[in-house]
């Protein structure tokens, strides 16, 4: 099935929802998945933002400005996960805990609103990685139209693409609480000094990158298309990372890849996360 084939299904889908909340993040996924709601279903298609100290500002505003240009009917929510000892304890199941205080508020909104369904941006490629964010999707409700029609992270890219999507190729972003390893306590002050420094890359041109926190140390993830400019450009890197709050900065020579932190767990029994 071809991409036209599968939004043609996702339309359907979303059509036999009645009504939706949109988890929303200013992400393709996301993005696709309000606008095609909001296309068949109107004032019964609502978009939430979630708000914490775990997505970066810079993010909020791209998503807000978005989701206006979009004409999406857009609700903030304040989540608090660092009030939650096991989220901050971060262990491998780190991402459950998040997901399960996310998707009970938005349930609670929905309820309140009327609207039947709450909905995530899980697509096909989701399946191969056993996440603790989706068990507890699953165990609150949630559905995945976008995973439902068959899309994969290429397929929502290429519709994106078709119906004019502003950021149809934006990079993929996730909570700044993958930045840390597994058993490192995650922290307001360590979160807002990642966000700094990816901010600060960003600003240098940086388009797919993450930066690893390792104590002290920065561990730079890049594109390996990207390689190249960033050890040409190495001392603004550097200062921007250290400027930031980070004593020493290192550049991963593996490069940029979703889930690195999870390399150090024993994949066999322990659950990975997202990243």
């Given at each position: 099935m071809g991409s036209e084939e599968k939004y043609e299904a996702l339309l359907e889908r979303v059509a036999d929802l009645e009504s939706v909340?949109?988890?929303?993040?200013?992400?393709?996924?996301?993005?696709?998945?309000?606008?095609?709601?909001?296309?068949?279903?109107?004032?019964?298609?609502?978009a939430a933002l979630a708000i914490s100290d775990t997505y970066p500002e810079s993010e909020v505003v791209h998503a807000r400005a978005l989701a206006k240009e979009l004409g999406l009917r857009l609700l903030e929510v304040e989540t608090h996960e660092l009030i939650d000892s096991q989220f901050r304890a971060n262990g491998p199941d780190r991402c459950y805990h998040c997901k399960a205080e996310l998707f009970g508020l938005m349930r609670t909104i929905a309820d309140a609103r009327g609207l039947r369904h709450v909905a995530d941006g899980s697509n096909m490629d989701d399946l191969a990685d056993h996440r603790p964010g989706a068990r507890a999707a699953q165990e609150i409700g949630v559905v995945s139209p976008l995973r439902d029609a068959g899309f994969t992270k290429q397929d929502i890219r290429d519709v994106a693409a078709m119906l004019g999507l502003p950021n149809w190729d934006r990079p993929s972003m996730a909570c700044l609480a993958s930045r840390f390893p597994y058993g490192e306590p995650i922290t307001e002050e360590r979160l807002a000094r990642v966000a700094a420094a990816e901010d600060s890359l960003r600003n240098l041109g940086l388009r797919q990158f993450r930066v690893r926190a390792h104590g002290d140390v920065a561990r730079l993830e890049v594109d390996p298309v990207e390689m190249q400019s960033v050890w040409e450009m190495r001392d603004s890197v550097g200062w921007a990372m250290k400027a930031a709050g980070f004593t020493f900065v290192a550049q991963d020579l593996e490069g940029y890849r979703t889930g690195s932190l999870n390399e150090a767990l024993d994949v066999s029994t322990a659950p990975s996360a997202e990243a």
């Open positions: 909340l949109v988890a929303y993040s200013g992400g393709v996924d996301s993005t696709l998945l309000a606008v095609s709601a909001l296309s068949v279903l109107g004032s019964r298609c609502h």
